[in-house]
């Protein structure tokens, strides 16, 4: 796909963003056509797509609306797997995005995505809550208990393996993990900062949901190095052998 503008490391030029669109609807048209196998997506900068007058929250939620599908967005680093409820969100809208239905399907999708892409015969899903020790009998929130723990019963009478909702201050400890499949957090700095610590540049985001294997990396742009040589490709090359062996045993 032609560049509108020639490209300089680490500089914008919203000129260009039309073009991270059209390779992104390239990638999408092939997968769906079954020309590829697999995608794998480098970072994005989102502001410099909505300088240009495009509304653009990330390559998740795009390729979502673009194969008119529900999709969980889940890390996968460290020996963790960390699904979220909402992603690119300011964390002021992250309550009135909560719902029990919402809720409800992003376990679907998570417990099927295990199921189909990570062959997970009964996945075991642990919740987190949203407010500080699960919203503390409704004294610190009843997001918890009004909305949250409602989905889980749903999930569980669908045959679904979850448990919570869980603080999440004490989820990621060793023992509660144990046997656990993935984790479902409720916002994305919520989850993230725990996977990251313990597999930044090694983690791979996976979308589920999708009718296509989509994969990328655990890392934004880092505009302040590029063009310097010091960039890590790791969770890059993570992400591609990841992609090929999702692709491999669907």
Not at 43 to 48: A, E
Not at 132 to 146: F, I, K, V
Not at 169 to 175: E, G, M, R, W
Not at 187 to 210: C, E, I, M
Request: proline share 5%; hydrophobic share 45%; net charge positive.
């Amino acid at each position: 796909m032609p560049l509108a503008r020639a490209a300089t490391p680490g500089r914008l030029d919203s000129a260009n963003s039309r073009y991270v669109l059209a390779l992104l609807d390239r990638a999408i048209a092939g997968c769906l056509s079954g020309e590829y196998q697999a995608m794998v997506t480098a970072p994005v900068q989102k502001s410099v797509i909505n300088d240009a007058g495009i509304a653009f929250t990330g390559h998740t939620e795009y390729l979502a609306e673009r194969c008119r599908a529900g999709v969980v967005m889940m890390l996968v680093g460290g020996g963790l797997r960390v699904a979220l409820a909402t992603t690119h969100l300011p964390l002021a809208e992250v309550p009135r995005a909560l719902n029990r239905t919402s809720l409800l399907s992003v376990l679907r999708i998570l417990d099927e995505g295990l199921r189909k892409r990570f062959h997970v015969d009964k996945p075991r899903i642990l919740v987190a809550g949203l407010n500080p020790h699960s919203g503390e009998s409704g004294h610190l929130g009843r997001e918890d208990s009004a909305v949250i723990a409602p989905a889980i019963a749903d999930a569980v009478a669908a045959g679904i393996d979850a448990r919570g909702p869980i603080p999440a201050d004490t989820l990621f400890v060793p023992d509660r993990l144990k046997g656990a499949d993935a984790v479902l957090a409720m916002y994305h700095d919520q989850g993230l900062p725990v996977l990251k610590y313990a597999s930044f540049g090694r983690g791979v985001n996976v979308t589920l949901g999708l009718p296509f294997v989509r994969t990328s990396v655990d890392h934004g742009t880092a505009l302040d190095i590029a063009g310097k040589g010091k960039a890590d490709a790791t969770s890059l090359v993570e992400a591609v052998k990841l992609a090929i062996d999702l692709a491999r045993s669907a």
